[in-house]
């Protein structure tokens, strides 16, 4: 079926799920004949499976969406990433990076969605100045290692939704989010405690606070119990 992929050289969007290491080559054969394809989304197996796209040729200037879900072999980006000048959308989950992403990233000119799960298996994440600069929604999550995230000032100087989800390595707000002027939204999903307490200004700490009084939407998401509950902090 893989294979025979490879045929439908009009396709605008493909998905395709369960995909095992032993697919790839066929698989990227296949994709790199659809001319037309502006959304694709890749999903492995499982969360432990590899994913080997090196051998992917994207035609980069009609991709607008990219998913992909799953291990990247080699734990860094396929070298590809950095041509995809027109990509809008890109949803990392499970890549389980070792290498930075960022300075890759950096410089796709019209990303305006970036999501990363389970994605980056390193301590730190700086987004420098002058990068992503049409990017509206930021999601980084899933990561216990991830203990550092900053941004320069003017970086990112169009997000609007900033969304921190299971980040269980990070205490602090990212440094520099107070540069972070058209954010409008911060969302927090089962975040530690103590990020949390600062965020409320317990113990008389202000310092968090005052980060992002800027912010007009602050929300925390947790469980109690079994059961889903909210709160705005903002």
Known sequence: MVRHLGNLT????LRITRVRGMHSVELCSSISKMSRLVSLDIVASDEGEALQLEALKPPSYLYEKLDLRGQLE?????HW????SGLRHLGLSWSRLREDPLPCLHALPNLAVLGMYMAYDGQELCFNAGGFPKLKFLMLGGSNQLDS????EGALPSLSELCLLRCGGVKLLPQGVEHLTSLQVLFLMEMPLEFIERMRGG???TEERQKVQHIPLIKHVFKRGDRWTSETLS
């Not at 995230?149 to 320069?152: C, D």
């Open 203 to 205: 113990n008389g700490n």
């Open 74 to 78: 080699g734990g860094a980006l396929p």
């Open 81 to 84: 990433f950095s041509s995809l």
């Open 149 to 152: 995230i900053s941004m320069e």
């Open 10 to 13: 009009q396709l605008r969007t």
